[in-house]
């Protein structure tokens, strides 16, 4: 038998936010929304959710393994082993296909207890799976995905076309996508960009001559950022070496370890080194330029700070984040390069064009915290208004 949805009368709507740690972008998508949502001011009731948590209530894997299903994928990320990455999803995508039945089942359990009033994915792969139990469950509550990437990652990434979803893309390109796909057009919408957390947007406003000064840096010298996401990357290591001149803020993240090497690395150029922080933009406000893997979120968060982006394109690149090499490219923002071993050229090609370089980046202005609120609020009120509407012809 079918569940119904409660009856949204004296109460707030929920709306449950799907995301996991896996690279971390997923998380702060889920906690950069939460807060969006607070500040539209929506009488909703929020909960964020991590999938896995749903998965392995019982957290199996961790006692099979000594780690959580996102530390495989997260360590990997830290060492740089990212070879391969496009063979190894297409595996990952063939045993999520084979797990599907229990997967929904799961699934449908899960969503028969919390009953909510809208899903919202900020996870790719397992789309159709919360998709179907959500539709054989509460087939009258609306599933979202909204993406976390610039771009799609066809096929069976983040769009699934052959289910009820309505997808949120942050670019022409990715509606382009899911348009070519299949995916119906009353249930693709567009937003301005990734999700930044309320920082980027309002950023408290900074001396920079003073904190650089305060950090131990020079404030007539350009700096840059290495940054390559939570967990870091001890290709970091080889890129400080490279640019040993070069005055830097290198981003840590979590990976206290690659912390201390980068301590411990001879330099000529005074070196500011991080772990993780939740002050990021006040550190990019210190910035000129940003060095890092191309990834959507913190190449976006870059770019909304105007820092010019030097990043690389190649066989290690991992395939959803391909796009955001041809968005700094087309877009005129900084420099790709086939290498980081050619990223100390790239930095002198790179400092004397920064003030055109920001012109390009304050023309890239991202308004998705503004446009997802309201786009949810819209399928939230389209399919509440349908549903009261079917309840009125079955009592008639």
Same mark, same amino acid.
């Given at each position: 038998?079918?569940? #119904? ?58 006692? =099979?393994?000594?780690? /959580?299903?996102? /530390? ?8 740089? =082993? ?12 063939? #045993? ?21 009033? %809208?899903? &919202? ?8 799976? #919360? ?20 771009? /799609? ?64 840096? /020079? ?42 090497? #980068? ?20 550190? %990019? ?25 030097? &990043? ?79 309840? &009125?012809?079955?009592?008639?």
């Amino acid at each position: 038998m079918t569940a #119904m949805p409660r009856s949204s009368e004296g109460r707030k709507p929920r709306v449950e936010l799907i995301y996991f740690n896996a690279g971390g972008g997923h998380r702060a998508s889920s906690l950069a929304l939460e807060s969006a949502i607070q500040r539209a001011a929506l009488p909703w009731q929020v909960q964020r959710t991590n999938l896995f948590e749903v998965l392995d209530p019982g957290a199996r894997f961790r006692q =099979w393994t000594g780690m /959580d299903p996102e /530390d495989v994928y997260n360590r990997r990320l830290a060492r740089g =082993w990212t070879l391969g990455l496009s063979q190894e999803l297409r595996v990952l995508q063939s #045993m999520i296909r084979f797990s599907h039945r229990a997967l929904v089942q799961r699934l449908r359990g899960y969503w028969a207890s919390e009953r909510p009033d %809208m899903v &919202v994915s900020l996870v790719p792969n397992f789309n159709r799976s #919360m998709a179907d139990a959500l539709a054989l469950t509460l087939p009258e509550v609306p599933f979202v995905t909204v993406m976390t990437d610039l771009a /799609d990652c066809p096929p069976r990434f983040w769009t699934e076309p052959r289910t009820q979803q309505h997808v949120v893309c942050g670019t022409p390109y990715a509606v382009a996508q899911a348009r070519a796909a299949g995916c119906a057009a009353h249930r693709v919408w567009q937003s301005g960009g990734m999700l930044l957390g309320e920082q980027f947007y309002r950023p408290t406003p900074v001396n920079r001559v003073q904190e650089l000064q305060r950090a131990g840096l /020079d404030p007539t010298q350009p700096t840059g950022l290495v940054l390559f996401g939570a967990e870091g990357s001890r290709q970091m290591l080889a890129i400080a070496q490279a640019l040993t001149e070069t005055q830097l803020i290198v981003a840590c993240g979590r990976n206290a370890q690659l912390a201390r090497a #980068m301590r411990a690395l001879p330099r000529n150029a005074p070196t500011l080194v991080l772990e993780f922080t939740r002050e990021m933009a006040r550190y %990019m406000q210190m910035a000129d330029f940003f060095i890092g893997k191309p990834g959507s979120g913190s190449l976006s968060e870059a770019v909304q700070m105007g820092l010019a982006p030097i &990043v690389v394109r190649n066989a290690w690149t991992m395939p959803q984040e391909r796009y955001c090499t041809d968005w700094v490219r087309d877009n005129g923002l900084g420099l790709v390069l086939p290498s980081f071993k050619d990223v100390a050229a790239a930095v002198q090609e790179l400092t004397p064009q920064l003030p055109r370089f920001k012109d390009a980046a304050q023309r890239v202005r991202n308004s998705a915290a503004q446009d997802v609120p309201v786009l949810l609020e819209r399928i939230l009120r389209d399919a509440t208004r349908r549903s009261n509407a079917r309840n &009125v012809l079955l009592a008639a």
